[in-house]
């Protein structure tokens, strides 16, 4: 194997420490309009960009992070979306560029199907570890996100799911 080959799986090493970052949440994809339909409300120009929406018949959610620990001291970081009460989304909103951001606790469901494991609406809990980063899912009483969250997963469990 070559030094730019994982000893442990085989892969290309740029295929670890990898970023995916989902447009939008499952919920907005089931929409015939997705986020073109009428009133929604995204925080930057695009669904890609933004870090808060909200969609009539789908509801509020937040950008949040999922770090997920491969074995060898690998990582993969989900750009995932967090579900949220309507009524949280302008406090949230209010706080996201201030210094009150770092206390911010934002208490949802899992928007996002997160390969192997699936995960939908699993609830969960994220917040603040960085105030330059957006929120980290951080707990949940989901057995299933609680071992995604804690445990080091070897690479064939893994990166086989992610998009090339």
Same mark, same amino acid.
């Given at each position: 194997?070559?030094?730019?080959?994982?000893?442990?799986?085989?892969?290309?090493?740029?295929?670890?420490?990898?970023?995916?970052?989902?447009?939008?949440?499952?919920?907005?994809?089931?929409?015939?309009?997705?986020?073109?339909?009428?009133?929604?409300?995204?925080?930057?120009?695009?669904?890609?960009?933004?870090?808060?929406?909200?969609?009539?018949?789908?509801?509020?959610?937040?950008?949040?992070?999922?770090?997920?620990?491969?074995?060898?001291?690998?990582?993969?970081?989900?750009? +995932?979306?967090? *579900?949220?009460?309507? #009524?949280?989304?302008?406090? &949230?909103?209010?706080?996201?560029? @201030?210094?009150? /951001?770092?206390?911010?606790?934002?208490?949802?469901?899992?928007?996002?199907?997160? +390969?192997?494991? *699936?995960?939908?609406? #699993?609830?969960?809990?994220? &917040?603040?570890?960085?105030?330059? @980063?957006?929120? /980290?899912?951080?707990?949940?009483?989901?057995?299933?996100?609680?071992?995604?969250?804690?445990?080091?997963?070897?690479?064939?469990?893994?990166?086989?799911?992610?998009?090339?």
């Amino acid at each position: 194997m070559s030094a730019d080959t994982c000893p442990s799986c085989g892969r290309a090493l740029d295929a670890h420490d990898r970023d995916i970052r989902f447009t939008l949440p499952d919920p907005v994809l089931d929409l015939p309009d997705q986020e073109r339909t009428p009133d929604t409300w995204l925080s930057h120009g695009t669904p890609r960009e933004s870090v808060m929406m909200q969609v009539p018949g789908a509801g509020a959610f937040v950008r949040v992070l999922l770090p997920v620990q491969l074995d060898g001291g690998y990582r993969v970081t989900f750009g +995932a979306w967090l *579900g949220i009460h309507p #009524a949280q989304l302008q406090p &949230t909103f209010a706080v996201w560029w @201030e210094p009150e /951001y770092v206390d911010l606790r934002l208490e949802g469901f899992l928007a996002n199907k997160i +390969a192997p494991w *699936g995960l939908l609406a #699993a609830p969960v809990i994220a &917040t603040v570890r960085n105030p330059d @980063e957006t929120p /980290y899912l951080t707990e949940s009483p989901d057995p299933a996100l609680t071992a995604v969250l804690t445990n080091t997963w070897p690479h064939e469990k893994v990166l086989p799911h992610l998009p090339d």
